[in-house]
């Protein structure tokens, strides 16, 4: 169930082979989308080919030094 009171911001996975030593990346291949949802502290790893998701990981942005 994806988070229904924001809009995520949205990345293309271009380049599998430089994410394959983050394990959220592990299975990412060319073109399956990221879905970050701020608000609700969450990544999703989206395979658009099959209409799946793939992997979901809790972030952390941490708070801005002043």
Do not use: C, M, R
Request: proline residues 11%; hydrophobic residues 40%.
């Amino acid at each position: 169930v994806l988070p229904q009171d924001e809009k995520p911001t949205i990345a293309t996975v271009s380049d599998p082979e430089k994410l394959k030593d983050q394990p959220f990346f592990a299975n990412a291949k060319e073109g399956f989308k990221v879905l970050i949802y701020t608000n609700a502290k969450k990544a999703i790893l989206y395979d658009p080919f099959s209409d799946k998701i793939v992997e979901i990981a809790p972030i952390n942005l941490g708070q801005p030094v002043q």
